[in-house]
């Protein structure tokens, strides 16, 4: 009787570790690089295109520096106000770009290169606009102030929209340093695809990046209004990136010479970092120019180029705490924490460095050698997955904070678009106060789900407050997401190569392929024998806290017809929990497909999740069209 409970044990262990390391294996990367993309495509300025996916937005800005005489309509707005600052938005793009670079065969066989092309143009388009003359560049849409004090959609915009100038009188070498190397990245980007424009393209950043060199200073000295929201603490990594990348793009001598001869001047050689963001890009330049190096391009610039690497491998080594003490803080979770602000930024900066670092480091067949010992490549890859794991939901609050990915995620996040109704749902205007007073402070999920968006995340102790207000934590922008195109392209083509029958299966890390063996599958019946669509409901987890058990319950709807389906509403009875996955509609017990899921094409099927204290809700179809 003692070995048969010893075997029990050994079979329950065994099941427990293989059920944890399936769980481990099954983030969906590729639904999560999707969702990115959506949140660009939220964040939009100006006159939407017919493509557009994000249905609840509407054209806005579309006077946008007219006042001034200048074009300035499109390009992006920052996080969840309406300001369209340049420099964080430069720092987008030229993540945006360099993650298509690096994986440009991943991203186009997950058939999203256009949507990633998509995602830089509308910023480059409007950089080229806002680039009127050699030396001069229009930085700013919007006063930070004013939109502070409406809460509004942007499609109702009454706050000003002034625009904001550098120029040789007033200078800004960071932001027009940073356009540069975003253009020349953007550059690169499109030149297998659309060589004339990738050529307009460098020449703009080869004028921004002179007239960045040639009359120096800060610009939010020069775009006082941006001091407030984005300070910058210098313009010397900005110049050396610009033309790290105008050398990349360009392979001209005189870019890689620059770096080299202003090596200890700006910094470069000089500054060991343990952060990479849009204030900060002296990592990005280290590991940029370690790769010119690992390649044998160093030619005479060899031994300063050894001195960037070593700059590197620092940052490097302090992620993955092998750096003798000097490490990058990770909080109890595992996150990389570095201030209470939107902390997510960095996480998702340093993970696709470091996943980049990875590859380039394996390419050169090297191993990185930190103060602590020896590391392979896998070690650096391996921190960026951790990060990318904990945003997608492996954390102490088993949530996502990558907004819409997954069954639980933040659902009051600080973003005006989102937390309104749309201009389409709600026809009235709603005034600059009125937004406070109905939409602000309702204590209710968002209307509009803001799918992949990167929220600032959790305190240093793993927890984070889902409140509208708090903004620190709540609010996602542009620059933490940024960097999450290349790190979810390079995660979803390592995780393809390890995936064993199992993957086809789940679409969240909550969602196994071993809750197969638990589910009590069963169709639901429908008085309507012609409705297209059946319903297989699920029991995926079970949980107990005081004396109530919880459940997970999973409904796959399945359209069995031959012919795609739109418009499709369901009543859902006796929910008690809280629902993932359909959209609530303003009928009482009434939801529908989310917006990036509107169709249900023959013989596909959807998900949606609830959490529930008892027996499973009533499932059933009120309306649908066939498309």
């Known amino acids: 009787m003692r070995s048969l409970n010893f075997g029990i044990c050994i079979f329950l262990v065994c099941l427990l570790v293989f059920k944890a390391a399936v769980a481990e294996a099954y983030f969906n990367y590729d639904d999560a690089l999707d969702k990115t993309f959506l949140f660009f495509e939220a964040q939009r300025s100006g006159k939407l295109p017919a493509t557009q996916r994000v249905e609840w937005r509407g054209d806005s800005g579309l006077k946008d520096g007219f006042v001034q005489g200048v074009n300035l309509v499109g390009g992006y707005y920052d996080a969840g106000d309406h300001v369209k600052f340049g420099l964080p938005m430069a720092f987008t793009v030229t993540m945006l770009a360099w993650g298509t670079i690096e994986y440009r065969k991943e991203i186009t066989d997950l ?69 540069a190397a975003a253009l020349a990245a953007a550059a690169i980007a499109f030149k297998p695809y659309n060589s004339s424009y990738s050529n307009l393209l460098l020449v703009h950043a080869k004028q921004l990046f002179t007239f960045a060199d040639r009359f120096r200073g800060l610009y939010d000295d020069s775009i006082k209004s941006a001091h407030q929201f984005y300070t910058s603490s210098g313009y010397s990594d900005e110049l050396l990136w610009a033309a790290t990348w105008l050398y990349r793009a360009t392979n001209e001598e005189y870019y890689l010479k620059y770096v080299v001869d202003n090596a200890v001047y700006m910094g470069g050689t000089g500054w060991a970092v343990k952060e990479f963001s849009w204030d900060n890009k002296y990592a990005g330049v280290q590991i940029l120019l370690s790769k010119v190096l690992m390649e044998g391009k160093g030619g005479a610039y060899t031994s300063t180029l050894k001195k960037y690497q070593a700059k590197a491998d620092y940052f490097a080594c302090a992620c993955v705490q092998k750096n003798a003490g000097y490490n990058v803080h990770l909080t109890p979770g595992g996150l990389m924490y570095v201030r209470e602000w939107n902390n997510m930024q960095y996480a998702s900066a340093a993970a696709f460095l470091t996943a980049v670092y990875s590859d380039y ?45 997954g069954p639980k995620y933040p659902v009051h996040i600080h973003h005006r678009g989102a937390s309104i109704p749309s201009v389409y749902t709600v026809h009235s205007a709603v005034g600059c106060v009125q937004g406070f007073e109905s939409w602000y402070y309702r204590p209710q999920p968002n209307p509009n789900v803001l799918y992949g968006a990167l929220v600032g995340g959790p305190d240093q102790n793993d927890n984070l407050s889902d409140d ?160």
């Open 111 to 179: 058939n999203q290169m256009g949507h990633a092309l998509w995602a830089i143009r509308w910023g480059t388009d409007y950089f080229m606009k806002a680039h009127t003359q050699p030396n001069v560049l229009w930085g700013q849409v919007g006063d930070g102030d004013s939109d502070h004090y409406c809460w509004e959609r942007a499609e109702d915009m009454t706050t000003p929209r002034e625009a904001f100038k550098i120029d040789q009188n007033h200078p800004g070498s960071d932001l027009a340093g940073e356009t």
């Open 361 to 405: 480091l394996s390419a050169a067949n090297a191993k990185l050698t930190c103060p602590d010992g020896q590391i392979q490549p896998l070690e650096l890859f391996n921190f960026a997955k951790s990060q990318a794991d904990y945003i997608l939901g492996k954390n102490p609050q088993s949530i996502s904070y990558l907004v819409g990915f």
């Open 468 to 627: 509208r207000s708090n903004y620190e934590e709540t609010e996602p922008t542009l620059s933490g997401s940024a960097p999450l195109l290349g790190l979810f392209s390079k995660l979803h083509a390592s995780s393809s190569k390890t995936k064993g029958p199992y993957h086809k299966e789940s679409s969240s890390p909550y969602q196994t392929s071993l809750n197969s063996y638990e589910e009590t599958a069963a169709p639901n019946t429908n008085s309507d024998a012609e409705v297209p669509v059946e319903f297989l409901h699920s029991i995926t987890a079970t949980w107990t806290v005081g004396e109530t058990t919880y459940y997970r319950h999973r409904v796959i709807i399945k359209n069995k017809s031959q012919k795609p389906v739109t418009n499709l509403k369901f009543s859902i009875e006796n929910l008690s929990g809280s629902l993932w996955g359909l959209s609530p509609t303003q009928e009482k017990n009434t939801y529908e497909l989310p917006q990036w899921q509107k169709v249900l094409k023959a013989g596909s099927e959807c998900k949606f999740v609830y959490v529930q204290g008892g027996p499973q809700a009533k499932v059933s179809v009120l309306g649908y069209k066939y498309n």
